[in-house]
Protein backbone atom coordinates (compact mmCIF):
# COMPACT_ATOMS: atom_id res chain seq x y z
CA UNK A 1 0.00 0.00 0.00
CA UNK A 2 2.96 2.37 1.01
CA UNK A 3 4.57 1.59 -2.32
CA UNK A 4 1.02 2.36 -3.90
CA UNK A 5 0.41 5.40 -2.47
CA UNK A 6 4.20 6.77 -3.10
CA UNK A 7 3.72 6.05 -6.88
CA UNK A 8 0.11 7.41 -7.07
CA UNK A 9 1.68 10.46 -5.07
CA UNK A 10 4.84 10.81 -7.91
CA UNK A 11 2.46 10.14 -10.84
CA UNK A 12 0.20 13.19 -9.16
CA UNK A 13 3.17 15.38 -9.05
CA UNK A 14 4.59 15.18 -12.31
CA UNK A 15 1.21 15.50 -13.49
CA UNK A 16 0.75 18.83 -12.18
CA UNK A 17 4.85 19.66 -13.13
CA UNK A 18 3.60 18.81 -16.39
CA UNK A 19 0.61 20.58 -16.72
CA UNK A 20 2.65 23.39 -15.42
CA UNK A 21 4.78 22.99 -18.22
CA UNK A 22 2.07 23.43 -20.78
CA UNK A 23 0.45 26.14 -19.01
CA UNK A 24 4.08 28.20 -19.02
CA UNK A 25 4.58 27.68 -22.46
CA UNK A 26 1.17 28.43 -23.99
CA UNK A 27 1.30 31.74 -21.84
CA UNK A 28 4.76 32.50 -23.44
CA UNK A 29 3.68 31.46 -26.99
CA UNK A 30 0.88 33.55 -26.82
CA UNK A 31 2.77 36.49 -24.95
CA UNK A 32 5.37 36.15 -28.07
CA UNK A 33 2.64 36.14 -30.31
CA UNK A 34 1.38 39.51 -29.48
CA UNK A 35 4.88 40.91 -29.07
CA UNK A 36 5.83 39.69 -33.02
CA UNK A 37 1.96 40.90 -34.08
CA UNK A 38 3.23 44.09 -32.37
CA UNK A 39 6.61 44.83 -33.73
CA UNK A 40 5.26 43.68 -37.48
CA UNK A 41 2.66 46.43 -37.28
CA UNK A 42 5.40 48.94 -35.36
CA UNK A 43 7.67 47.82 -38.40
CA UNK A 44 4.94 48.98 -41.07
CA UNK A 45 3.39 51.94 -39.57
CA UNK A 46 6.96 53.25 -39.01
CA UNK A 47 8.38 52.83 -42.39
CA UNK A 48 5.54 54.05 -43.82
CA UNK A 49 5.31 57.29 -41.38
CA UNK A 50 8.51 57.88 -42.10
CA UNK A 51 8.28 57.15 -46.21
CA UNK A 52 5.25 59.76 -46.51
CA UNK A 53 7.48 62.78 -45.51
CA UNK A 54 10.34 61.69 -47.44
CA UNK A 55 8.74 61.73 -50.64
CA UNK A 56 7.17 65.22 -49.54
CA UNK A 57 10.83 66.45 -49.16
CA UNK A 58 11.85 65.07 -52.82
CA UNK A 59 8.83 66.45 -54.95
CA UNK A 60 9.55 69.88 -52.91
CA UNK A 61 13.08 69.35 -53.65
CA UNK A 62 12.72 68.88 -56.84
CA UNK A 63 10.22 72.16 -57.45
CA UNK A 64 12.88 74.23 -56.10
CA UNK A 65 14.77 75.62 -58.87
CA UNK A 66 18.09 77.04 -57.73
CA UNK A 67 20.27 78.72 -59.15
CA UNK A 68 23.06 79.27 -56.56
CA UNK A 69 25.96 76.61 -57.11
CA UNK A 70 25.95 76.04 -53.38
CA UNK A 71 22.15 75.55 -52.97
CA UNK A 72 22.54 73.63 -55.79
CA UNK A 73 24.62 71.36 -54.81
CA UNK A 74 23.66 71.02 -50.92
CA UNK A 75 19.92 70.65 -52.68
CA UNK A 76 21.36 67.24 -54.71
CA UNK A 77 22.98 66.30 -50.92
CA UNK A 78 20.26 66.15 -49.36
CA UNK A 79 17.87 64.77 -52.16
CA UNK A 80 20.91 61.70 -52.11
CA UNK A 81 20.44 61.49 -48.57
CA UNK A 82 16.35 60.96 -48.11
CA UNK A 83 16.85 58.89 -51.29
CA UNK A 84 19.02 56.69 -49.65
CA UNK A 85 16.71 56.81 -45.97
CA UNK A 86 13.92 55.31 -48.46
CA UNK A 87 16.15 52.20 -49.99
CA UNK A 88 16.66 51.59 -45.98
CA UNK A 89 13.49 51.63 -45.44
CA UNK A 90 12.72 49.33 -48.52
CA UNK A 91 14.98 46.86 -47.15
CA UNK A 92 13.68 46.91 -43.77
CA UNK A 93 10.16 46.20 -45.43
CA UNK A 94 11.42 43.73 -47.78
CA UNK A 95 13.17 41.89 -45.03
CA UNK A 96 10.25 41.39 -42.76
CA UNK A 97 7.94 40.38 -46.11
CA UNK A 98 10.98 37.60 -46.40
CA UNK A 99 10.06 36.63 -42.89
CA UNK A 100 6.62 36.64 -42.80
CA UNK A 101 4.84 33.45 -42.49
CA UNK A 102 2.09 31.80 -44.85
CA UNK A 103 -0.40 34.16 -45.71
CA UNK A 104 -4.11 34.18 -44.33
CA UNK A 105 -7.01 34.83 -46.35
CA UNK A 106 -8.49 38.95 -46.67
CA UNK A 107 -12.19 39.19 -47.10
CA UNK A 108 -13.87 42.67 -48.13
CA UNK A 109 -13.93 44.43 -44.65
CA UNK A 110 -9.80 44.20 -44.72
CA UNK A 111 -9.53 44.77 -48.10
CA UNK A 112 -11.10 48.10 -47.75
CA UNK A 113 -9.51 48.82 -44.49
CA UNK A 114 -6.23 48.19 -46.58
CA UNK A 115 -7.47 50.77 -48.87
CA UNK A 116 -8.28 52.77 -46.42
CA UNK A 117 -4.84 52.89 -45.18
CA UNK A 118 -3.44 53.27 -48.35
CA UNK A 119 -4.83 56.02 -49.20
CA UNK A 120 -4.19 57.87 -45.77
CA UNK A 121 -0.16 57.04 -46.09
CA UNK A 122 -0.94 58.79 -49.96
CA UNK A 123 -2.91 61.62 -49.07
CA UNK A 124 -0.14 64.37 -49.12
CA UNK A 125 0.40 62.87 -53.17
CA UNK A 126 -3.54 62.92 -53.60
CA UNK A 127 -4.26 66.58 -52.40
CA UNK A 128 -0.92 67.52 -54.49
CA UNK A 129 -2.86 67.02 -57.59
CA UNK A 130 -6.08 66.84 -56.33
CA UNK A 131 -7.19 63.50 -57.35
CA UNK A 132 -10.52 61.63 -56.82
CA UNK A 133 -10.31 57.82 -55.16
CA UNK A 134 -13.53 56.19 -56.42
CA UNK A 135 -13.70 52.95 -53.78
CA UNK A 136 -16.81 51.50 -54.84
CA UNK A 137 -15.87 47.97 -52.75
CA UNK A 138 -17.21 50.41 -49.80
CA UNK A 139 -20.81 49.74 -51.12
CA UNK A 140 -20.41 46.34 -52.07
CA UNK A 141 -22.31 43.49 -50.51
CA UNK A 142 -20.86 40.37 -52.06
CA UNK A 143 -17.58 39.26 -50.28
CA UNK A 144 -13.98 39.04 -51.96
CA UNK A 145 -11.41 36.63 -50.42
CA UNK A 146 -7.76 37.06 -51.67
CA UNK A 147 -5.24 34.77 -50.10
CA UNK A 148 -3.09 37.02 -48.80
CA UNK A 149 -2.00 39.06 -45.75
CA UNK A 150 -2.88 42.64 -45.10
CA UNK A 151 0.92 43.84 -45.03
CA UNK A 152 1.74 42.73 -48.33
CA UNK A 153 -1.65 43.85 -49.90
CA UNK A 154 -1.05 46.76 -48.44
CA UNK A 155 2.71 47.35 -49.99
CA UNK A 156 1.34 45.91 -53.21
CA UNK A 157 -1.76 48.36 -53.56
CA UNK A 158 0.67 51.33 -51.95
CA UNK A 159 2.68 51.28 -55.11
CA UNK A 160 -0.34 50.24 -57.78
CA UNK A 161 -2.59 53.76 -56.33
CA UNK A 162 1.20 56.06 -55.93
CA UNK A 163 1.78 54.67 -59.87
CA UNK A 164 -1.59 55.71 -60.90
CA UNK A 165 -1.65 59.08 -59.05
CA UNK A 166 2.07 60.18 -60.36
CA UNK A 167 0.85 59.10 -64.17
CA UNK A 168 -2.65 60.63 -63.79
CA UNK A 169 -3.05 64.50 -64.44
CA UNK A 170 -4.86 67.34 -62.42
CA UNK A 171 -8.29 66.92 -61.09
CA UNK A 172 -8.51 63.86 -62.30
CA UNK A 173 -9.76 60.14 -60.77
CA UNK A 174 -9.06 56.38 -59.58
CA UNK A 175 -12.29 53.83 -59.74
CA UNK A 176 -11.48 51.24 -57.64
CA UNK A 177 -14.43 48.43 -57.83
CA UNK A 178 -14.75 44.36 -57.86
CA UNK A 179 -15.03 41.32 -60.54
CA UNK A 180 -14.52 37.88 -60.50
CA UNK A 181 -13.54 37.71 -56.90
CA UNK A 182 -10.43 40.62 -57.92
CA UNK A 183 -9.91 44.21 -56.92
CA UNK A 184 -9.27 46.24 -60.24
CA UNK A 185 -7.70 49.68 -60.13
CA UNK A 186 -8.85 51.89 -62.84
CA UNK A 187 -7.12 55.32 -62.98
CA UNK A 188 -7.38 57.94 -66.32
CA UNK A 189 -4.11 58.70 -66.79
CA UNK A 190 -1.48 58.89 -69.48
CA UNK A 191 -1.79 54.81 -70.49
CA UNK A 192 1.60 52.39 -70.09
CA UNK A 193 3.50 52.24 -73.44
CA UNK A 194 3.18 49.17 -75.77
CA UNK A 195 6.52 47.90 -75.41
CA UNK A 196 6.86 48.18 -71.56
CA UNK A 197 3.25 46.36 -71.05
CA UNK A 198 4.56 43.57 -73.22
CA UNK A 199 8.08 43.69 -71.03
CA UNK A 200 5.16 42.99 -67.68
CA UNK A 201 3.24 40.20 -69.44
CA UNK A 202 6.23 38.78 -70.00
CA UNK A 203 7.37 38.86 -66.32
CA UNK A 204 10.75 40.96 -67.35
CA UNK A 205 12.10 43.73 -65.07
CA UNK A 206 10.84 47.08 -66.33
CA UNK A 207 13.99 49.55 -65.80
CA UNK A 208 13.79 52.06 -63.59
CA UNK A 209 15.57 55.69 -63.44
CA UNK A 210 15.97 55.83 -59.94
CA UNK A 211 14.76 59.28 -59.77
CA UNK A 212 12.20 59.44 -57.39
CA UNK A 213 9.10 61.31 -58.57
CA UNK A 214 5.94 62.33 -57.16
CA UNK A 215 3.55 59.39 -55.81
CA UNK A 216 6.85 57.25 -56.45
CA UNK A 217 6.64 54.29 -53.64
CA UNK A 218 10.64 53.06 -54.44
CA UNK A 219 8.92 49.55 -54.42
CA UNK A 220 8.22 48.53 -58.06
CA UNK A 221 7.71 46.10 -60.09
CA UNK A 222 10.28 44.00 -58.57
CA UNK A 223 8.73 44.08 -55.18
CA UNK A 224 5.48 43.25 -56.01
CA UNK A 225 6.51 39.93 -58.22
CA UNK A 226 8.42 39.24 -54.42
CA UNK A 227 4.99 40.00 -52.68
CA UNK A 228 2.93 37.31 -55.22
CA UNK A 229 5.71 34.61 -55.64
CA UNK A 230 4.06 32.53 -52.99
CA UNK A 231 0.36 33.20 -53.52
CA UNK A 232 -2.33 32.03 -55.38
CA UNK A 233 -2.70 35.71 -56.49
CA UNK A 234 -1.85 37.28 -59.39
CA UNK A 235 -1.51 40.98 -61.00
CA UNK A 236 -2.61 41.84 -64.22
CA UNK A 237 -1.86 45.20 -65.98
CA UNK A 238 -3.62 46.44 -69.48
CA UNK A 239 -4.43 49.98 -70.92
CA UNK A 240 -7.99 50.89 -70.26
CA UNK A 241 -10.22 51.55 -73.34
CA UNK A 242 -10.36 55.46 -74.42
CA UNK A 243 -7.81 55.91 -71.60
CA UNK A 244 -5.67 55.06 -68.55
CA UNK A 245 -4.69 51.93 -67.37
CA UNK A 246 -6.64 49.01 -65.76
CA UNK A 247 -4.84 46.91 -62.97
CA UNK A 248 -6.76 43.61 -61.22
CA UNK A 249 -5.38 41.74 -58.61
CA UNK A 250 -7.03 38.62 -57.51
Known sequence: MIAISLLMYFWYWAYKVIKKSKETITSQHAQLQILNNANENLIYSLSHDIKEPLLGVLLLLQKLKIEDPFLSQASAALENQVNAVNIIVNNLLQNKINNNGPDSN????????????????????IKEKNITINNKLQDQIQDITLKISKQKLYLILLNVISNSIKHSDDFQSIDIFSENNSILLRDYGKGIAKDILARIADNKMVPQTGKAVSGSTGLGLYLIKNLLQDTDVKMTIQNADGRGTIVAIG
Do not use: G
Open 106 to 125: CNLQEINETIDSVIKSLNYS
